[in-house]
């Protein structure tokens, strides 16, 4: 086909995703459903509206590799190191669970060859991180206990994907005759894959990053161009060495994601990415045929339904393995329980490689489009019926048990995250008695090795409450990052401590709302306390008054619902920053000899200011530098002492000093006493 032809084509499919995605969006469709939509409305099996599903499929694949690409820019090797422990064995055990578990399924109901059992295992298995991540995101729960984990989990299956890719020639290629050899095939991939891997990532620390360099001192242009070469060009390399195209650009992004430059290389090749990736999911929609489908359609009810239970058992059950607690696993074993949009990356090279055919590729279409459209509706689910599910840890700690009468007028700290330890360490100092209650077992073990008053327990049941000693609390502190699990605490704690005063910090002031209404006696939102300290140190450097600073900042929080009920205070401003017209006033210093006048009086018995005009705004001594010294200050042999003023007041402050009130200064033509007072 010409190209205006393609392009004709691409105009009227896109046409017909726009209407779609606007539709879904209203409907909370996820957009990865809606673009298959489309593809089944403009592909051959609909209005055929594109018939060169070749030249799409190759774009596809490109956009593929940049959905790679950025994957690989949004990895934290950082992250997974802080939570290896729970995620590699809890990931990887979710994939190989699902894989046997499906793959059994599929074996006891229709037999067949290996690579088709798991073929289909691992389709099932991986969980769309594009979907996931946008609902999560949407609902405030990215950071959340269950939030870090999914996404934890999500980024081992990226790596699960990458592995598979880089076998898929020899894992898709071959049959069943050539078991042996496409086993060996599948082994020197893997090898490959390390080898050229460790070969790109130590090249690319080093040329990459200074590539980048030279195209940002040039132009944004070249940046740009840079960055689409450095994940296409890395991509096609490592196909030509036998890799696949997405796997080699998951390494580029890899490469760049721990770089000075990751946040604009992800902003400029993210529209790309979107534009050519939408593409891979118009194609996948092109493939499904609705005629076929009608006939499977119970087939597909069910195993989509199947998928979404098994899923979800089984990511609960790896999890919790780990030592992940109950209510955490399992909300997040609801987020997972979905296929993915690299599973149809898999699945297309294994319908060509002729692994699978077109009825079973039919059905993982039609039941995995399903699971994806459910997910916002699991994610929204999943925590409460987490909680319901899950049995409390309701039993209290040996380690309290002990403390619990002897405990009066402490602080109740729920929650050993940043602001716990903050709390636990200022208190400590302080010698006020605390003690710390947090779920995870690994932080708990940690700061008992530090002599830290902690106790593993789960703060939302009323039992380990009670053993800490709500009831006679100085205050209950929570400093948890799980919203709902604060609720529950917050009412547990109001239950049995109607009187006690109850103080939650929250992320966003929605769910400092809740808290409120659930008894908190004060909630701190740090979104807003975070703008409105923004706000007041922005005004406060356009010289704002600090009054009228404190009042706007009172105000706003009035209307917002957020009063903490004490008067706010205006940032102070370096000298330095302060407006011209203060910087250029006149500022002298004088040294009191031993001899003089003033030495062993204090500023008030000297009065300075209503005997000269001058303001002494500092004293500095070998001890160090006093500013804005009090009235009592007393004044020392060599001290140095900065005075404000003009110079006639300067000249009569210096001789009040240094030869007290009766003192003439000629030069000026006026008498010490004679100065009029200035109020």
């Known amino acids: 086909m010409d190209s205006h032809g393609l392009l004709q084509e691409l105009v009227l499919v896109y046409a017909v995703a726009v209407v779609l995605l606007v539709i879904g969006a209203r409907l909370r469709v996820p957009a990865i459903v809606s673009m298959i939509a489309a593809g089944v409305i403009a592909g051959p099996n609909g209005m055929r509206l594109m018939t060169s599903q070749e030249d799409v499929d190759f774009m596809a694949e490109i956009g593929v590799a940049l959905l790679l690409f950025t994957a690989g820019l949004e990895f934290s090797l950082n992250d997974l190191r802080r939570m290896w422990r729970t995620l590699v064995p809890g990931g990887l055990g979710q994939v190989a669970l699902t894989v046997l578990v499906t793959g059994g399924a599929v074996f006891a109901f229709a037999g067949g060859p290996v690579s088709r059992i798991v073929v289909i295992g691992l389709v099932v298995a991986l969980s769309s991180t594009a979907v996931v991540l946008k609902e999560l995101a949407r609902r405030n729960q990215l950071h959340s206990p269950h939030g870090r984990l999914t996404v934890g989990v999500l980024l081992l299956q990226d790596i699960v994907v990458i592995a598979v890719l880089a076998a898929a020639p020899a894992l898709f290629g071959g049959s069943d005759a050539a078991g042996a050899e496409s086993q060996r ?158 599973s149809f990356v898999l699945g297309r090279a294994a319908l060509e490689g002729g692994v699978i055919s077109t009825g079973w590729w039919q059905v993982l279409l039609g039941s995995s489009v399903i699971t994806m459209a459910l997910t916002p509706f699991l994610i929204a689910a999943g925590p409460g019926f987490a909680t319901r599910l899950a049995p409390r840890r309701t039993a209290v700690p040996e380690s309290l048990q002990g403390q619990r009468d002897a405990m009066r007028d402490h602080v109740v700290i729920l929650g050993y995250g940043i602001g716990g330890r903050l709390l636990a360490q200022s208190l400590g100092e302080l010698s006020v008695p605390y003690v710390v209650l947090e779920l995870n077992g690994a932080t708990v073990r940690s700061a008992l090795a530090r002599g830290v008053n902690i106790h593993y327990a789960d703060v939302s049941a009323p039992e380990p409450l009670e053993a800490a000693g709500v009831k006679h609390a100085a205050a209950v502190v929570l400093v948890l990052s799980d919203p709902d699990a604060s609720e529950r605490a917050v009412k547990a704690v109001r239950a049995m401590a109607p009187q006690v005063p109850i103080i939650a910090r929250t992320r966003y002031r929605l769910e400092a709302e809740r808290l409120a209404t659930a008894g908190a006696t004060l909630a701190v939102a740090e979104e807003l306390e975070a703008s409105l300290e923004v706000m007041s140190q ?138 009029a007072p200035q109020l």
């Open 185 to 342: 095939g599948i082994g020197r991939a893997l090898v490959t894959l390390a080898a050229v891997g460790g070969g790109v990532l130590l090249i690319g620390r080093v040329l990459l990053p200074r590539l980048l360099r030279i195209a940002a001192a040039s132009s944004r242009e070249a940046f740009a161009l840079s960055v689409v070469l450095a994940s296409v060009g890395t991509a096609f390399l490592a196909a030509q060495m036998g890799l696949s195209m997405a796997a080699g650009a998951f390494l580029a992004g890899l490469i760049l994601a721990e770089g000075e430059f990751s946040h604009q290389v992800h902003a400029d090749v993210r529209p790309l990415r979107d534009l050519l990736a939408s593409l891979f999911f118009v194609s996948v929609g092109m493939l499904i045929d609705v005629r076929e489908m009608l006939p499977l359609l119970h087939i597909i009810v069910l195993a989509a339904a199947a998928i979404v239970i098994a899923k979800t058992a089984m990511a609960a059950g790896a999890l919790m393995l780990t030592g992940a607690p109950i209510r955490i696993a399992l909300a997040a074993a609801f987020a997972l329980a979905q296929v993915g949009e690299f």
């Open 538 to 675: 922005l005004l406060a450097r356009l010289h704002i008054p600090g009054n009228v600073v404190e009042t706007l900042v009172d105000n706003y929080r009035r209307v917002l619902g957020a009063s903490t009920g004490r008067p706010s205070r205006a940032p102070a401003i370096p000298m330095d920053q302060m407006p011209r017209e203060i910087m250029d006033a006149p500022v002298s210093s004088f040294r009191l000899a031993a001899e003089s006048w003033a030495v062993g009086k204090s500023l008030q018995d000297v009065d300075l200011r209503n005997s000269t005009g001058a303001t002494v705004i500092a004293v500095r001594r070998a001890s160090g530098t006093t500013t804005s010294p009090p009235a009592v200050f007393e004044l020392a042999a060599d001290d140095d002492l900065f005075l404000l003023g003009d110079d006639s007041d300067i000249l009569l402050a210096r001789a009040l000093m240094a030869e007290g009130p009766r003192a003439r200064v000629s030069s000026v033509g006026k008498t010490i006493g004679d100065k």
